[in-house]
Structures are given as structure tokens and as C-alpha cells.
């Protein structure tokens, strides 16, 4: 660490020890040298790339950190990739990355893959060619990273940001559009520019994502890597950014991306409803399973005191079983069956216990009215115990398997 830093910042190398000196970098440095890959992907940009290149290696010497440009191509007609190769001869750290044209989506995942796997990156970058990302904001967006979140948005829809002047108003509707289905169809409704090129992710969080499950090729790969992430829990902040029109090239954005970021965003809704929607079912059945129990129980002359925590019991684990088998199926967790229904035996004593001492303060305090109807209030604060400790706790997503 205290080579690499020395190594990184050479307007500092005054801070070299004495003969026989010691100091201690750590104090002064509390940050380690990351490896930070720039992600360009490009598409007919031999206008932009070679400038781009350029600026990017003004903003390298202003880091404390090892910075690399991964340019990813999509064997552009215009010869994009035979100016990134001349500029390879000039600078070590730029990397070049061909491949067929399937869509930015694609071309992310394939620079983030290499950048991962080959290039060992500790954060990497996700940035236009066409200067419509400022360089000089990289250190602005990699601050950030410094200072602890895992992903980081150029957003120009925060306090301080902005979109072009210039812009009319069907491109001003595309953007808020873009961004309004996001939002809230998506369901991104704390991000406020979710549909954002210009991003730093640290890699301990891209390494969790299966870019499989994704299931995009174009432009939705933004808000798609974002929805993955909120869910992963990762910390997320949005850095205000002016965006900048294109002054050479033009944008690739097109018909088929519109219609598969609008097809993202409801798939996402469904998915994550329809996880919803099974929890309730089963909360549902656990209601109707408890007060029949319970009802079967009173029948049968069993004590009411006894009666409300073995019907509570057996609904504990009817829920379980269904919410194994059918509503957290697609959570892969690392834990085996067994574990997880010890894990939702201690959840179920914690929510037993509120259902319980519930029904004990209401048959006390009311004992006129129906047990059945202190049993039923009595399930409402058990419920919503069960559903947080559970879904955050028993079925919690395995980091490694990255669902
Ligand atoms: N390799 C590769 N393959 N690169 C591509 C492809 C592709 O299929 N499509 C676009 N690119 C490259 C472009 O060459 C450019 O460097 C960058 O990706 C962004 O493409 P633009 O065409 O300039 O995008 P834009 O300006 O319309 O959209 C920008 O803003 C959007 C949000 O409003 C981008 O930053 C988007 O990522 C962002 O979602
Ligand atoms: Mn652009």
C-alpha cells in the first residue's frame, strides 16, 4: 500500500522518509490504491475516443488511485478500434475489447466481466465516448466511492445537476420519462436519475451479479443494474452532473431499446409484486390454518391458553413450509432446509411470544369479547415480526450466488 501510493502520486513523493525516518502512511493515507477500470463501450466514435482517451490520463494524475480505460468496441465501421490502438502504443493502461454488436447492455457486461476477471479492477467506471460525461468529474464520482458507498450515479437529476439547455422537449420527455418508468414502475423511487451512463461500482458488489439473470442488451441494462443492486442492498449515491450534448457522432439509442426498457421495467414490477403477492397468500393461509385450529382445539374442550399457541404453532410452520417451497424458492441461499427452519423456529418463538402476550393483554382486558377475535388481533403484530426477521434473516439472499 505504501509503495503503490508513492507510485500514484508523485507530487507527493517529498512525503518520502528521511534516512532512518518512519512514517507511517496509513496514518496519512487512510485509503489503499484501488484499481479503478474505465468502462468506454463504443460504437462508431473515432471522433471522440482518441480526446476522450486523453482527457481521461489528465484526470489519472489527479487520483490517488491506478486508474485504467477499457475501451469496448463493437467492431465500429468508422475504425474506432484503429485509433485506440495508437493510442495503446502512447499509454500502457488503455486496453482495447472487440466484439459483435449485440447492444450497449452487451458490451457492458463484456467490459465488466474483463475488467473483473482479467483486469482485477477494484471499481470500474460506466461512461459515454462522446464527452457528454465530463472528465473532470471522475474524481468527483470516485470521492465518493472513497468515502464508502458501493455505487455511485453522475446524476443530473439531484440538486446541482442538469440536463442540456439546448435540449427541446420530446428529448426532455424522453429522459423524464425514461426515468419516470424506472422510478416507479421499476420501482427505483429513492434514485432520482436512474437511467444514468455515468457511474462508479466497486467490484465487491458487480462480482454478486449474475449478468445472466439480467436478461437485457441495450439501454435497460442501466436501470436493470440498478434494480439488481438496490436489491443486493448495496449504499447508493447520487453526485450532481451536468450532462453535455454530443458534439460529434450521434446517439445510438433506438426504437428496440425504448421498447425493452419499458418491457424491464414491468418485468421487474412483476417480479418483485409477485414475491409480494405470495407472501400474502401464505400469510393468508397461515390465518385461516391458525383459526382453525384453533376452533377444532375449543371444540374438542382444550384450554383456550393452550389452544391459542398450538394453533399459532402449527400456522408457524404450514407458513414455513410454503414460503420455502414456493414463495423464497428463487432465493438461493446457502443455508440448508434445516437450518433455515431453525432459523424460522427462533423467529417463530420471537412472533409466538407477541402473538401470545397479545392474546393475554386482550382476553384480560376484554374478556367478554370472542377469544377467536383476540387470537385474530393477536396474529396482526406477530405477522409483520415474521415477515421482516424472515425475509431479511431466513430467506436472505446467499452474497456469493449473487440472485
Ligand atoms: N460497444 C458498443 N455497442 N457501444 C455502444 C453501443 C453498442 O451497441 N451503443 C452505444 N454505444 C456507446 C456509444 O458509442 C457511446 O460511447 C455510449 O455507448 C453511449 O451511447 P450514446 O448513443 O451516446 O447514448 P445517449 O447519449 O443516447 O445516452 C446516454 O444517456 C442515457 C440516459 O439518458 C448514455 O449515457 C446512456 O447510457 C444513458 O442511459
Ligand atoms: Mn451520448
Known sequence: ????????????????????????????????????????????????????IDALQAQAKKLLHDMHILVVDDNSPDGTADVVRTKQAAYPNVHLLMGEKAGLGAAYIRGMVHAMDKLHADVVFEMDADFSHKPEDVPRLM????????????????KGGSIPKEWGLLRRMNSLGGNIVGRYVAGLYKIRDCTAGFRAIKTSLLGKVVFDDLRVQGYAFQVALLHKAVSLGASIKEVPVDFVDRTAGESKLGISDIIEFILNAWWIRLHSS????????????GVIVNLGVFTLLLQADVNKYLASPISIEVSIITNFLLNNYWTFRWRKS????????????????????????????????????????????????AMFINYFLNSYWTFKHAPESGN
Open 1 to 52: 500500500m505504501k509503495t503503490n501510493f508513492l507510485r500514484q502520486a508523485p507530487e507527493l513523493s517529498h512525503l518520502k522518509p528521511e534516512q532512518g525516518e518512519i512514517i507511517d502512511f496509513t496514518v496519512q493515507t487512510p485509503m489503499a490504491a484501488l484499481k479503478i477500470v474505465m468502462i468506454i463501450p463504443t460504437y462508431n466514435e473515432r471522433d471522440n475516443i482518441s480526446s476522450m
Open 143 to 158: 470521492a465518493a466511492i472513497d468515502q464508502g458507498a458501493d455505487f455511485v450515479i453522475g446524476s443530473r437529476y439531484v
Open 274 to 285: 409477485k414475491t409480494f403477492i405470495k407472501f400474502a397468500i401464505v400469510g393468508l393461509s
Open 334 to 381: 446457502q443455508d440448508r432446509v434445516r437450518i433455515k427452519g431453525l432459523k424460522f423456529n427462533v423467529v417463530s418463538l420471537v412472533s409466538l411470544g407477541v402473538s401470545y402476550s397479545t392474546f393475554i393483554a386482550l382476553s384480560v382486558l376484554f374478556p367478554e369479547t370472542h377469544p377467536v377475535i383476540h387470537q385474530l388481533i393477536g396474529i396482526a403484530p
